[in-house]
């Protein structure tokens, strides 16, 4: 089974700290991406990467940058942290491009900023 | 840019009992898929169902089917003989062919199943 995993499931962090989300998959998939989920608004895409060392801006980068220095792993970075990014961030894997695969969920990181 | 619309943020049904998700979407694109998106309490995100927008038959998995009216940009999904394990958070999704397998969602339909 393809697993995506995401190393915490709470995380508290102080405004203007440095955050570090990191998201692992090990199926060797070549789409990575970090999605960010709150109510009423569904799930928005803030980069994705198809490939190591590529990213890609997606709905709302502001704030946030990436790290995919290795095929299975892809780090989000909130580098200074404020109070309206707290969410639930979830992270997902897929193979291929655009031809309609499925993508695979970690279980989601719940962040809150204080 | 592509929208997904979900316009039941709510919806209950009875065990047993059959329940329609509604979903729309804009696009101008004519190659695409559409998918449903199970998300319980849990948070783990699951797939439900996929459809190829090319392909005019409508998906089925199981107890899970779609009715896809691709000239008005439809995709609602129905669930048959619901179960409790169907309580969930379900999201419509979009993807363009060819766009590195990017998702658009729409904001989410929460079912509750009840005795």
């Known amino acids: 089974d393809v697993k995506v995993t995401q190393s915490s499931r709470y995380l508290v962090k102080r405004t203007g700290e440095k955050v570090f989300l990191e998201c692992v998959q090990d199926?060797?998939?070549?789409?990575m991406f970090w999605y960010r989920q709150d109510p009423g608004l569904g799930l928005r895409l803030i980069y994705f990467?198809?490939?190591?060392?590529?990213?890609e801006k997606g709905d709302i980068p502001e704030g946030y940058s990436v790290s995919r220095e290795k095929k299975e792993r892809f780090s989000l970075i909130l580098e200074s942290a404020s109070t309206n990014q707290t969410s639930m961030y979830l992270c997902?894997?897929?193979?291929?491009?655009?031809?309609?695969?499925?993508?695979?969920f970690g279980q989601g990181t719940r962040l809150t900023v204080v | 840019a592509q929208t997904v619309t979900q316009s039941q943020p709510e919806m209950s049904v009875q065990e047993a009992e059959t329940v329609t998700l509604s979903c729309t979407y804009d696009?101008?694109?004519?190659?695409?898929?559409l998918f449903w998106y199970k998300q319980p309490p849990s948070r783990q995100m699951i797939l439900v169902i996929r459809q190829e927008a090319y392909k005019q038959q409508n998906a089925t998995e199981n107890r899970f089917s779609v009715n896809f009216q691709k000239a008005a940009k439809s995709f609602s999904l129905k669930i048959s003989d619901s179960q409790l394990g169907d309580t969930a958070m379900y999201f419509c999704a979009f993807m363009i062919t060819g766009t590195a397998s990017k998702l658009t969602f729409g904001t989410g339909t929460r079912l509750q199943v009840t005795l």
């Open positions: 199926m060797d998939h070549e789409n």
């Open positions: 696009t101008s694109e004519n190659n695409y898929y």
């Open positions: 997902a894997s897929s193979e291929h491009r655009g031809f309609g695969t499925e993508a695979f």
């Open positions: 990467s198809y490939d190591v060392k590529m990213k």
